[in-house]
């Protein structure tokens, strides 16, 4: 019955900030002891743990996307965010957000509610 649902612009340009907002329904993304993460898929890859921000509103962050990536979260309407700066076309990819994991366990195969995705080109 938990719902996430992700929006934003499904095309960005080289060099501009990717920006995507998930909803959450049916659920409180400040509620003990979950956590909200973003990831990926790029064409023909795996799916790629970016970071995440648990429910107390600290961050995670894949250490290879640390340098660009910000996650963070709207409580009053119940959303988080993704800031991917400087993009490149290796940025396209399917982006999702998802409940699950915590601190010291980030495997993508364990979280258990999932956003549909939302595809994101980085073309020029």
């Known amino acids: 019955q938990v719902q996430l649902q992700e929006s934003g612009p499904g095309l960005v340009k080289p060099s501009q900030t990717l920006s995507l907002t998930c909803t959450v329904s049916n659920d409180s993304i400040t509620s003990t002891y979950y956590a909200w993460s973003w990831i990926r898929q790029p064409p023909g890859k795996g799916l790629e743990w970016m970071g995440a921000i648990n429910y107390d509103g600290s961050t995670y962050y894949r250490p290879s996307l640390k340098s660009r990536t910000s996650i963070s979260r709207d409580t009053a309407k119940n959303r988080f965010s993704l800031q991917l700066s400087s993009v490149t076309p290796e940025d396209t990819a399917v982006y999702y957000c998802?409940?699950?994991?915590?601190?010291?366990?980030?495997?993508?195969?364990?979280?258990?509610?999932w956003g549909q995705g939302t595809q994101v080109t980085v073309s020029s």
């Open positions: 998802a409940r699950g994991g915590y601190g010291s366990n980030w495997s993508v195969s364990d979280f258990e509610y």
